[in-house]
């Protein structure tokens, strides 16, 4: 089933280097509409539970004591064609490979510190959003 939202999260070293309205004006003027949105400080458990598909991996504590070093902005987004025109707008993992103008060319220090989050399907998008934002959240 294909959706029209995805989710993001501008990533502790976005918000750190002040980046996060800067980040959110290059997501507006790409025509997405935030429909829910949240500046937190993830826990641990809620940092493990978000990257658990990577928890085999041997970068997993690595990610999770990432995202749990700084607070976030976490958003829900809404366009035609979301999560396919979102990951365009921010551009490849790592920031080297990102095309000019992405959001990770832009704003990312590094294949880890790559700024921003984005869904990479309709179903994820809903269990990421989920995970963040109860119904009531969302408008």
Do not use: C, W
Request: hydrophobic content about 40%; cysteine-free.
């Amino acid at each position: 089933m294909t959706t029209n939202r995805t989710f993001t999260m501008i990533k502790p070293d976005a918000v750190k280097n002040g980046h996060t309205g800067a980040i959110l004006n290059d997501i507006i003027h790409a025509g997405f509409k935030i429909v829910a949105m949240k500046y937190v400080q993830l826990t641990e458990k809620q940092a493990k539970k978000f990257y658990e598909v990577h928890a085999e991996r041997p970068f997993y504590m690595d990610l999770v004591n990432f995202m749990i070093s700084g607070p976030i902005v976490a958003a829900v987004l809404e366009k035609d064609n979301a999560i396919e025109d979102f990951r365009k707008l921010i551009g490849a993992t790592n920031p080297k490979d990102a095309a000019e103008g992405t959001i990770r060319n832009k704003y990312a220090e590094s294949i880890e510190a790559n700024a921003v989050h984005g869904s990479d399907s309709n179903e994820n998008a809903a269990i990421e959003s989920d995970l963040h934002f109860s119904m009531y959240e969302r408008f």
